[in-house]
């Protein structure tokens, strides 16, 4: 099927007009009706002025100009579609593979936050401290327990005012002598950020 430019063209080389000649007749300078004839309508800085070019060409030609430009609206605006289409395709759809590294880069993000959110949380938090043994509290002819914990291995745990020394593992020993009744042992555990940690327990020795 043949475009608009190439029916304007076949009816001037049929006529034997050159361009100049058309220049002249219709007011309308060379560069422009070549512009026309090669469908170059970017070189037009409105449609309005090439449907006037149009109009003006193919009446001078003997053709009939609204039939003309129902065929140049139908191959403008299919241009203008096709346009239209590639530009919102590349600014707003996403093709699945950018979609796939989207979200593999959401997930490594939300990973990283989430990890240096908790590395905050446990440098901000006081350190924590577990009692591995006894797990018994009532004791019959016991002068002496061993008392085993857990903290962080690189916090300072005193106990009764006494420094106690927590291997690679964080655990730490103390031997704790029982009197008769009710004994309260207090461990105190400072961590590497300041924070303090205080833990209470309570034993009792029968007879």
Avoid: C
């Amino acid at each position: 099927m043949l475009s608009v430019g190439q029916i304007l063209q076949q009816a001037r080389l049929k006529k034997g007009y050159p361009l100049s000649l058309i220049e002249k007749q219709i007011k309308v300078r060379e560069k422009f009706l070549k512009a026309v004839e090669e469908n170059n309508w970017k070189f037009f800085s409105s449609k309005i002025y090439i449907t006037g070019i149009i109009k003006n060409y193919s009446s001078f030609l003997g053709l009939d100009h609204k039939k003309i430009l129902s065929f140049f609206r139908r191959e403008y605006e299919s241009k203008d579609d096709v346009k239209f289409q590639r530009k919102i395709s590349s600014l707003y759809l996403i093709s699945d593979t950018r979609w796939v590294v989207i979200g593999i880069f959401i997930i490594i993000t939300l990973l990283f936050v989430s990890y240096f959110g908790y590395q905050v949380s446990l440098y901000m938090s006081p350190p924590r401290v577990t009692m591995i043994e006894p797990q018994q509290t009532i004791f019959k002819h016991t002068e002496i327990i061993k008392i085993i914990g857990k903290t962080e291995k690189e916090a300072a745990v005193t106990i009764f005012g006494e420094r106690v020394y927590q291997n690679k593992e964080g655990i730490f020993e103390y031997d704790y002598p029982l009197k008769e009744g009710k004994n309260i042992l207090v461990i105190e555990i400072i961590g590497a950020n300041g924070k303090k940690t205080i833990l209470r327990k309570e034993f009792t020795r029968e007879q």
